[in-house]
């Protein structure tokens, strides 16, 4: 009598197979949505930065008036002097050299820009792992109405995030 209890070999090798494709299948779904989570966040955390440096800006602008602005003396490519009516000045910059850390400083508060760059990146591998570009125009265009007594500053700071493809850049205009 011959008793046929178990499996071949070819069945388990072809049941092993086809377990696996469904498992390789459900992995790359599983990395895709992680990667829009991550992409998600990240646009999520873009976006409260821009709108919390813009806040605090606009804050003081309403709150305190401004009188004048102006590009600072000391560093006119990357910093801007916000003065107002209460005779206080703010300096609105950014650093433009570090590209490790990358912040914009206002008044005496530090916002830095997250880019999750590994901290083992070697500083001449740096520029190839830097996925945020911080393009600091902060010189403020000065715009002056005909037959009004009314200027206009403008301040822009362009943050360009190279993986969303997008502009969470500050710009802030006002109209004395």
């Given at each position: 009598m011959?008793?046929?209890?178990?499996f071949t070999?070819?069945?388990?090798?072809?049941?092993?197979?086809?377990?696996?494709?469904?498992?390789?299948?459900m992995?790359?779904?599983?990395?895709?949505?992680?990667?829009?989570?991550?992409?998600?966040?990240?646009?999520?955390n873009?976006?409260?930065?821009?709108d919390?440096?813009?806040?605090?800006?606009?804050?003081?602008?309403?709150?305190?008036?401004?009188?004048?602005?102006?590009?600072?003396t000391?560093?006119?490519?990357?910093?801007?002097?916000?003065n107002?009516m209460?005779?206080?000045?703010k300096?609105?910059?950014?650093?433009?050299?570090?590209?490790?850390?990358?912040?914009?400083i206002?008044?005496?508060?530090i916002?830095?820009?997250?880019?999750?760059?590994p901290?083992?990146?070697d500083?001449?591998?740096?520029?190839?792992?830097?996925?945020?570009?911080?393009?600091p125009?902060?010189?403020?265009i000065?715009?002056?109405?005909?037959?009004?007594?009314?200027?206009?500053?403008?301040?822009?700071?362009?943050?360009?995030?190279?993986?969303?493809e997008?502009?969470?850049?500050?710009?802030?205009t006002?109209?004395k």
């Amino acid at each position: 009598m011959n008793n046929n209890k178990g499996f071949t070999l070819v069945e388990l090798v072809l049941s092993f197979a086809l377990i696996m494709i469904v498992i390789m299948g459900m992995l790359t779904i599983i990395m895709n949505y992680k990667l829009k989570a991550n992409l998600q966040q990240a646009r999520s955390n873009m976006i409260t930065y821009k709108d919390t440096l813009t806040k605090d800006i606009q804050d003081d602008i309403h709150d305190l008036g401004v009188s004048s602005i102006a590009t600072c003396t000391t560093n006119p490519d990357t910093c801007v002097d916000i003065n107002f009516m209460n005779s206080t000045t703010k300096k609105l910059y950014t650093n433009k050299t570090d590209l490790r850390n990358k912040y914009i400083i206002y008044g005496d508060i530090i916002y830095r820009i997250e880019d999750n760059i590994p901290q083992k990146v070697d500083n001449a591998n740096l520029a190839t792992y830097q996925n945020i570009e911080l393009l600091p125009t902060a010189t403020p265009i000065l715009n002056t109405y005909v037959g009004s007594s009314k200027t206009i500053y403008t301040i822009s700071i362009p943050i360009i995030n190279k993986d969303l493809e997008k502009d969470f850049g500050i710009y802030i205009t006002v109209v004395k």
